[in-house]
Structures are given as C-alpha cells and as structure tokens.
C-alpha cells in the first residue's frame, strides 16, 4: 500500500514536498516514481528513483526543479518540488515497479490514491 501526502496550494515559484510512505510487503529493489495528472490530461511520468536510490529520471520538465530521494528505512519515497509553475499543477501518484528504472505507468503495479498540488499565479 502506498501513501502519498504533502500536496496542497501553492503560488508560482513556491516549493512543495510530497511523500509516499510504503506498507505492507514492500521491497528496497523496486523503482518507486511519480506521475501526475492534469485535469483533460493523460497521467505522465515525472520522476523515478533505483532501489538502491543510486540512480534518477527526470522527464525533461521538472529537470533542475523537482528532486527525487528515498529513505529505504522508513520506506518512504520524497518529491521535493522547487520553483514551481502553474502548469505542474495535477495530481500527483506514486507507484512500485519491477523494472528498473522504468518511466511507463504500465510497468507500475503499486498506486497510491494520488495528492492535489495546486500552483496559483
């Protein structure tokens, strides 16, 4: 079961940080990612991050604004979101895969219920 937390209502050029906090049978070998939604808009891949926390993937929107981390004690997967615009506003989803490394939202079989993030101009 996966737990997303942290969204709310910002304004253009705030920051946010979303968690997602991992229970039940869980493992440090999956790829954890987040994706969002726009309302009219197709879910879309946003960051990934390795088991191991090793490696990240961006998609080429949020490069140098959004940070993915992980803390495998906790089970808990962070999105860090710096400098942010009305257009990253969606709902955010975390999710498990194992593929590693993986930006398809079909390689994911773990989804948790999604958090609002709404970016005000």
């Known amino acids: 079961q996966l737990v997303e937390s942290g969204g709310g209502l910002v304004q253009a050029g705030g920051s946010l940080r979303l968690s997602c906090a991992a229970s039940?049978?869980?493992?440090?070998?999956?790829?954890m990612g987040w994706f969002r939604q726009a309302p009219g808009k197709e879910r879309e891949f946003v960051a990934a991050?390795?088991?191991?926390?090793?490696?990240?993937y961006y998609t080429d929107s949020v490069k140098g604004r959004f940070t993915i981390s992980r803390d495998n004690v906790k089970s808990t997967v962070y999105l860090q979101m710096n400098s942010l615009k009305p257009e990253d506003t969606a709902v955010y989803y975390c999710?498990?895969?194992?593929?590693?490394?993986?930006?398809?939202?079909?390689?994911?079989?773990?989804w948790g219920q999604g958090t609002q993030v709404t970016v005000s101009s």
């Open positions: 039940g049978r869980t493992s440090s070998h999956y790829t």
């Open positions: 999710a498990a895969s194992s593929l590693y490394g993986s930006r398809w939202s079909h390689e994911y079989h773990s």
């Open positions: 991050i390795s088991g191991s926390g090793g490696n990240t």
